[in-house]
């Protein structure tokens, strides 16, 4: 005599469910709707830096853990395209700026002056040279990096290419894509570049 | 008013003066953070030591003062005091509110943060107008904000008491689950979203070590001990502010105050920090 009873619950909990459980997909766009409304612009930093790429869009969905491995391939292959090497063939600037860039944790915040300068702020999340004891461990530490891994133009060119764009080889980095996003100039990148492979860095020594 | 500090010694910082002490006790720390950097070891030990120091004496005892003037004094056009404001336990009830908070209030039709409750209560009981409740939600050098310091009485009667966030109404879910999905959603120049620098175990920017608040433990300690009075900045600062600062570092927009993200980010954490028990204000860096 209990079933009608159980089944007319279950029919109950059922519809229930199905009126309050949003989909992830609207909950999503919820979320991105009352991001829209929750913000102004300030100075340099505007409305549209809400607005989410393929790739920012993609890699929220994992709450910061990596993609599965499809995904991620997709990602990866999408970011690779867009890696810019220097058009004079020549990646390695000067390391004493690269260390200076490394340093530089201003830029791009609306407390940044727009004028001022905008760095790489590689020390926040990596050790580099072994002087700076101040280094974040968000990265790995890239000391000795031209040291272990050869100073060959293959590793020069996965160095570049990483700084560039690192969701190129690591889906979903946790590491900014300081090329492709216009953060770094060309001339930056192969700085900060020769910080990791000139034999003379102190990232090396 | 006088400072419990202001009678007692402070390990390393000897309180004659509170001004004095903040700045020697900032010194202390610098110095502090540059020792325990020499050793290569987390300068965690020796913040924590110095806020064990300062915990008899923290200056957001300042804080809780004014906003207990705030809340008990006849203000605005009407002349009313906000002690007949309901927080959601009811009107005037003012002790354990922070630990049930944000949460649904039918009467604004709305998921409201305390920052959020607190303008309401001044617009519908004071008839202030929304912007003037809102002027300052920040207190900045000399032009101190009445809304951290209502933040810092309210509070502070939360001492010692569970958190215990129900997620009973829709729109409380509802909430609850744009937090999670703001919490992950990256943007901007960096791609950096709060999971960047919030999602792991033991990293650290810089030497500043970063909660893990993805996890119940992680997101227990953090939320428990804000609002906080921050050293460096000679402030009381609300959960608001620490939201706020946290986009600026994420390079978003500008987090407009008592804002649904705001709200549902709070809700988010305050609801994984249920059973913890509420410690704030607290002092920081």
Redesign the interface.
Known sequence: MKSPLISATIITIGVSACV?A?SNEE??S???A??K??????GQ???D????DA??HL???????APPRDVAQKIEALNLATVKYPTDGNLLGDWKNGEKIAQEGRG????DDPAGPVGGNC???HQLSPQE??????GPSLYQFGKLRGYGPETQRYAYGKIYNP?AYAACS?M??FGH???LSEQQIKDVTALLMDPASPVNR | MILRAERRELGSCRAASLILTQSACVLALSFCVTAC??A?TSAVDEIAKYRAALQDGNPAELWEARGEDLWKQKRGPKQVSLEGCDLGLGPGIVKGAYTRLPMYFADADRVMDLETRLVWCMVTLQAYNESQAKKQPFGNGERKSDIEALVAFVTSTSRGMPMNVALKH?KE??MY??G??????????????C???H??E???????D?PNL?TREGAQKAYTTWPAYRVSQGELRSFEWRLYDC???Q??????FG????I?LTLYLARNANGAIFDAPAIKR
């Open positions: 309050t949003a909950i999503s919820k979320a991105a009352m991001l409304s929750s913000f102004k612009a300030n930093a505007t409305l830096r809400l607005d989410q790739t920012q890699c929220s969905e994992f709450a910061g853990k791009k915040q609306f407390s020390y926040a999340c004891l101040s280094y974040g461990t968000i969701d946790n900014p894509r996003n216009g953060i | 950097a020499l290569q829709p879910v509802e689950q744009a999670e999905k703001i919490f992950s959603y990256r943007g901007g120049p960096h791609d950096f979203g999971v960047t620098c999602a792991d033991g990293k650290r920017i810089r030497l500043q970063l993805t986009f600026r570092q390079r978003f927009p500008e987090l407009l804002s649904d993200a705001s549902a």
